[in-house]
Nanobody
Framework: QVQVVESGGGLVQPGGSLRLSCACSGTAFRFYAMAWYRQPPGKQRELVATITSGGSTNYADSVKGRFTISRDNAKNTVYLQMNSLKPEDTGVYYC????????WGQGTQVTVSS
């Protein structure tokens, strides 16, 4: 079973940038389409971005043009580069397979505030 550990969150001012990482255990990682999700305060978890095993990407409308998802199969890691951050990007960010088949990790907190 692939396990995931998210990192890279923090407090950033509006307009700033952060790069999140998701380290995945197991050898099946490279076969999975992966995704980043987030859960804003008081709201349900939502899909942010997906990346297929071949590297094709898709984004929620709210983050298009600002966020970039990528993966390094040699390192079993998925990344989320977040630029031009807004207060509404605040939340706990999680990674999982695109079909959510993996156990959820602890997530990493992102707070965008002045």
């Amino acid at each position: 079973q692939v396990q995931v550990v998210e990192s890279g969150g923090g407090l950033v001012q509006p307009g700033g940038s952060l790069r999140l990482s998701c380290a995945c255990s197991g050898t099946a990682f490279r076969f999975y389409a992966m995704a980043w999700y987030r859960q804003p305060p008081g709201k349900q978890r939502e899909l942010v971005a997906t990346i297929t095993s071949g590297g094709s990407t898709n984004y929620a409308d709210s983050v298009k043009g600002r966020f970039t998802i990528s993966r390094d199969n040699a390192k079993n890691t998925v990344y989320l580069q977040m630029n031009s951050l807004k207060p509404e990007d605040t939340g706990v960010y999680y990674c999982n397979a695109a079909d959510q088949r993996l156990n959820w990790g602890q997530g990493t907190q992102v707070t965008v505030s002045s």
